[in-house]
Structure formats: C-alpha cells, structure tokens
C-alpha cells in the first residue's frame, strides 16, 4: 500500500516538473527577482536583481528599445523601494502580489516607466497551455478537409479574426467593404455596394430560364 502510494507521489510530483519546469529556466526564471514575497523584511541588497534584469533586457529586445534598455537598469532600484513601500497595507498585512503590481501598472510612475516593460511581459506570461490548444482547435477548424489548399497567410488572418475578431451580432461589414472597393482595381467594383446587393434566387431563375 505504501509502495503505490510513493509511486502515486512520485509520478505527480514528476507530472508538475515536466509541466513547470521551464519556470526553473531561462529566461522564466529572471523574473523570480520581483517576487517581493521573498525579499527580507529590510528590503533586499542594492545590487540584487541587477543581473537578472540585464539578462532579461537582453532576451526581450526585441520588444524593447533603446532607450528601455539604458534607463531600466537605473529604475530598477527605484522600482525596489517603491515595492517595499507598497507591498503593505495600512494595517501592516503583506499586500498580495498581483494587488501591487496592478496598481502599479495602473499607475504607470514616470520613474518606473521603462521597467514596468518587464513587468507587463511577466504578468502576461501564462503557465497554462490552454490558449494554444484553443488555437490548434481553431486551426482544425478553420483548415479543414475541404480547404486543404488554404495558404499560411490566409490562414494565420482567419486565425485572427476567429481568436481576437468581433463577434458575429457586433461585426460591421460596411467599414470592410468599403475599404476594400477602395483598393480593388478590378472590374467596376468601385460602383458597387456590396451590402445592398441582392442575392437572386436561384430557383425563380431556374423556372424562369425553363
């Protein structure tokens, strides 16, 4: 009984690191510097979190300007004493994590503003999967066995439109197709109104040809 029971214990506690594991590794890891949780009481040392920050400047460039990168550095420590001073309430509780940071985003402080990129990248960084098995369901049914020749380009714009796209009841066609009358070059679809053309019934034409 107890035999099965570790076994039990030690495949779940296998499943979690499989799962998690990339938050023990670069860059995820980096962002373990603005858990405030784990700070001493005091504060943490002026050059804690100074390597980390870099390293994470680097790996988010992309992202990131110039500028982002020479003046976060130097608000990190800014940023450090504005957590310490924030992370209590009045009444001397430890504030929870994500009540501070969403006020500081709110709040968005000058002196903090090109740190708070990596504070933005960090809240948005899910541990869940969900999202990309919503996408692979969308590209089954977007792409499917009767659209098989469908290009990636085409492809990744339905994609956009199925995932962030309004919805059906709150779509407006008219700024769409007016836009594209305007580019189209073909045939005189620039006289056209395309949401006050009539679909003829196809039926009533059949009769009517007979």
């Known amino acids: 009984m107890f035999v099965y029971f570790d076994r039990v214990i030690d495949s779940a506690l296998f499943f979690l690191d499989e799962r ?6 670069a860059p995820l890891i980096y962002f373990k510097i603005f858990n405030f949780c784990t700070w001493p009481e005091q ?4 050059e804690y979190g100074n390597s980390s920050v870099s390293k994470l400047l680097l790996h988010f460039q992309k992202v990131s300007d110039q500028d982002v990168k020479d003046s976060a550095l130097g608000e990190w420590h800014v940023l450090k004493q504005y957590l310490l001073q924030r992370r209590k309430h009045c009444t001397g509780k430890l504030r929870s994590f994500s009540d501070v940071y969403v006020t500081l985003l709110i709040e968005q402080p000058e002196d903090v503003g090109n740190i708070l990129v990596l504070v933005e990248i960090m809240v948005v960084i899910s541990p869940s999967t969900a999202g990309c098995e919503r996408s692979f369901h ?3 049914l977007v792409k499917n066995k009767l659209r098989t020749r469908l290009g990636n380009d085409t492809l990744n714009i339905l994609l956009k439109i199925a995932e962030s796209g309004a919805s059906i009841d709150d ?3 008219n700024p ?3 836009l594209w009358l305007k580019l189209s070059n073909t045939g005189n679809k620039e006289d056209l109104r395309v949401w006050n053309v009539q679909v003829p019934n196809i ?5 009517n040809e007979k």
Not at 203 to 207: A, E, F, G, P
């Open 20 to 25: 998690f594991g990339a938050f023990n590794e």
């Open 171 to 173: 779509f407006d066609p």
């Open 138 to 140: 969308l590209v089954n």
């Open 43 to 46: 504060g943490p040392p002026a």
């Open 176 to 178: 769409v197709s007016d």
């Open 203 to 207: 039926i009533s034409v059949q009769n």
